[in-house]
């Protein structure tokens, strides 16, 4: 007797398993507006960011950088919000939650650099409720006090009933080296 199988497709390696297509990290474009409305507004509902509307989010298209998985759909986002030349926020900063874990929001928010380096930004800044994230990206802790330009946005929101979750603010200045540009 022979110890071969019994079929020749026995005898084949299995088929690898296709691994998934990591998602792709881009300059947002208009038609993604109604994703990244849909992707932040689950977060603005629980109070952990802004609200943003999809007339604001579209104006502003510009400014947002996605990744998107091999579909087409945006998985996270993060925004640019200039405030001078000089000095500018990273916002909106939000990752689906079947995603999270999957370094999204760092590369997202890499992109958000890569964008205000290319703008000549020097400095920005971002608010946030955990400190490890911003933390973990070179961001030093430091107070919101430091923006007047932000606190002024958050008086006119909270004049028209918005409410103002406080968060921890942190601080980075951008070197001059932008490294890839995003596609």
């Known amino acids: 007797m022979h110890n071969f199988p019994a079929t020749a497709s026995a005898l084949r390696a299995p088929k690898p398993r296709k691994k998934a297509a990591l998602p792709t990290v881009r300059r947002a474009v208009r038609a993604d507006a109604g994703q990244i409305l849909e992707l932040v507004s689950q977060y603005a509902a629980q109070g952990l960011m802004l609200p943003r509307t999809l007339e604001q989010i579209a104006s ?13 759909k945006v998985v996270a986002c993060a925004a640019l919000e200039e405030y001078s030349p000089s000095l500018a926020e990273v916002s909106s900063v939000a990752v689906a939650p079947s995603h999270h874990g999957k370094g999204l929001g760092t590369q997202v928010v890499l992109g958000v650099e890569r964008l205000a380096r290319a703008r000549d930004i020097e400095e920005l800044f971002a608010l946030s409720l955990t400190d490890n994230f911003f933390l973990s990206l070179a961001y030093k802790a430091t107070t919101v006090s430091r923006y007047p330009e932000k606190l002024a946005r958050y008086d006119v929101l909270s004049r028209s009933g918005v409410e103002i979750v406080p968060k921890r603010c942190f601080q980075k200045t951008l070197a001059k080296w932008g490294g890839p540009k995003l596609v």
């Open 60 to 72: 502003r298209i510009d400014n947002y950088v996605v990744a998107a998985d091999a579909a087409g």
